[in-house]
């Protein structure tokens, strides 16, 4: 029997393939890699490409990747494939904008405020009138 | 008929709202299941994430990145994910309990405490508590991507790197089951990896492309994100459990409301009744 390799890929919000191979291909930052099993352990990252894996009497399988982690245990090959798109200016837009909306949330005493307090002084009102309705229920039986 | 017709519009009312429960209850039902495939769709990457990690932990290699490193703690971080929405029984309130009592712990401990919060009812809360909010994320909806949380997570991690935080927590519901939803406060980093997978203990290490330290940073830095995903869609499928349990618990108190109401209305109608004819009989009787 021919030697295989237990291939796993997966993504934040599905897991894609899991199967065993007899070699797998995978886009790596640094050119393609062909995996065969007990390949030394590896950890890379991954570019948009292409991931194949060869599975015997069967047809080869793709699949599309647009970036992702790639960690190759000799008997185990992981691919934690992205599903967002990644790019430095664009976490960092992300990041601003967060921040922006928390100090716009703290200076803004308006609305959401007014809301969180006007709640809060009506529970405990009805909190109270429901203590003082048992109390009167009480008092006269 | 004294108070009858009024009884019969409460009883009315009382039935419009139980209407509006009841649609809620299903609503959140059908939701739940939506949110709970979502849950176990995301689960093998955060598990094969972890394992990763954890291989890499028992590695041994010539570059330690900071995120595996404890250092003193002067400040920490903590994300905290609400729902957006309320009318779910006492989720948010229990998760906010949970996390102030860590802030209150770490405040005797003289550290400081940074919130990144997500959703809107954590917003309100710790603004009203005054809490040092330094990000704000919401609405992201009942099908959220991990590119939503970018933001609020590099804001920690660029907190951490800075030196500015030296910890941080994530704060969240745990779905236990549709009964049961459990509030949780765990730490993210430094990451802390468990010790029961012995199997790889001889000394060995990774080759990395380009270099480890490229490597770790991407690889930490999608565990950090996808601990927290798990955490929002985990809280998301937590909501609409506990939305479906209040509205149906509504509903049935609804239902004991009318038939109280019901019992009253019948009584004050009789007893109508009985006084017109002991009226009308002792008028004839006079005659």
């Not at chain 1, 100090?103 to 308006?110: P, S, V, W």
């Not at chain 2, 971080?77 to 929405?85: E, K, M």
């Not at chain 2, 790889?200 to 080759?207: E, G, P, S, T």
């Amino acid at each position: 029997m021919a030697m295989t390799i237990h291939v796993d890929i997966v993504s934040a919000e599905a897991e894609i393939f899991s199967g065993t191979a007899n070699m797998v291909f995978a886009p790596a930052e640094m050119g393609e890699v062909g995996i065969a099993p007990r390949h030394t352990p590896l950890l890379t990252r991954l570019k948009p490409g292409e991931v194949r894996v060869q599975v015997e009497g069967q047809e080869e399988q793709y699949f599309y990747v647009s970036g992702g982690i790639l960690e190759i245990q000799p008997h185990v090959v992981t691919v934690l494939a992205d599903t967002a798109l990644r790019a430095k200016d664009l976490d960092e837009a992300a990041a601003l904008r967060v921040k922006e909306r928390a100090e716009r949330a703290i200076a803004d005493k308006a609305s959401d405020f007014d809301y969180a307090k006007a709640q809060a002084e009506l529970a405990e009102a009805s909190a109270q009138l429901h203590a003082i309705r048992r109390m009167r229920d009480k008092s006269r039986r | 008929m004294a108070g009858a017709k009024e009884i019969r519009t409460q009883i009315k009312s009382i039935k419009n709202t139980q209407k509006i429960t009841k649609a809620m209850e299903m609503v959140a039902a059908s939701k739940m299941r939506k949110a709970q495939d979502r849950m176990r769709a995301s689960r093998p990457y955060a598990e094969k994430m972890k394992t990763v990690v954890a291989h890499m932990g028992k590695s041994h290699p010539e570059y330690k990145h900071p995120y595996l490193i404890e250092r003193e703690a002067k400040r920490v971080g903590l994300i905290i994910i609400s729902t957006d929405r309320g009318l779910c029984g006492g989720l948010n309130v229990n998760l906010f309990k949970k996390a102030f009592a860590s802030m209150k712990q770490w405040r005797e401990q003289q550290l400081e405490v940074d919130l990144a919060v997500i959703g809107t009812k954590a917003m309100g809360f710790f603004k009203r508590l005054g809490g040092n909010v330094v990000s704000e994320n919401s609405r992201l909806g009942d099908a959220p991507k991990i590119e939503d949380l970018i933001g609020s997570v590099k804001v920690m991690l660029d907190a951490y790197d800075a030196g500015e935080i030296d910890r941080v927590y994530l704060a969240n519901n745990v779905f236990v089951n549709t009964m049961t939803q459990a509030p949780t406060v765990e730490q993210l980093l430094p990451v802390v990896g468990d010790e029961t997978d012995k199997e790889i203990a001889h000394h060995w290490d990774y080759i990395y492309e380009p270099g480890a330290k490229e490597v770790m940073d991407g690889l930490l830095m999608r565990y950090i994100e996808s601990l927290v995903y798990q955490g929002l869609v985990e809280n998301i499928a937590c909501e609409q459990a506990a939305r479906m349990v209040a509205m149906k618990a509504a509903s049935d108190n609804a239902g004991t409301l009318i038939d109280e109401l019901q019992l009253v209305y019948n009584k004050a109608r009789q007893a109508a009744i009985t006084q017109e004819l002991s009226e009308i009989v002792s008028g004839a009787a006079a005659v």
